[in-house]
């Protein structure tokens, strides 16, 4: 069964930072993992990915203000988000980074933003 389990959500005031953690029960090793983010009354957004060789992409909206990064070894995604804005407040999930996610989906980790 994979598992994965997001961490370091919270409440921040605008323009603050927050770091995210996504444990993954499995080797990521060969996969471009992605976080990904759902407000309410909105769409799943995939926010960024990146590859097993450390190649990213991001989403317009978040483009210069988060970072992914990932340690292989330790099986963990993280999201650096800087200049966090209300329009950011949604619950984040990681996964795979494609259009073909695992549908085994974690909890998420809430993100509120206020202004």
């Known amino acids: 069964q994979v598992q994965l389990v997001e961490s370091g959500g919270g409440l921040v005031q605008a323009g603050g930072s927050l770091k995210l953690s996504c444990a993954v029960s499995g080797s990521i090793r060969f996969a471009v993992m992605g976080w990904y983010r759902q407000a309410p009354g909105k769409q799943r957004e995939l926010l960024a990915t990146i590859s097993s060789s450390g190649e990213t992409n991001y989403a317009d909206s978040v483009k210069g203000r988060f970072t992914i990064s990932r340690d292989n070894a330790k099986n963990r995604v993280y999201l650096q988000m800087n200049s966090l804005k209300p329009d950011d407040t949604a619950v984040y999930y990681c996964?795979?980074?494609?259009?073909?996610?695992?549908?085994?989906w974690g909890q998420g980790t809430q993100v509120t933003v206020s202004s």
């Open positions: 996964n795979i980074g494609s259009d073909r996610p695992s549908p085994y």
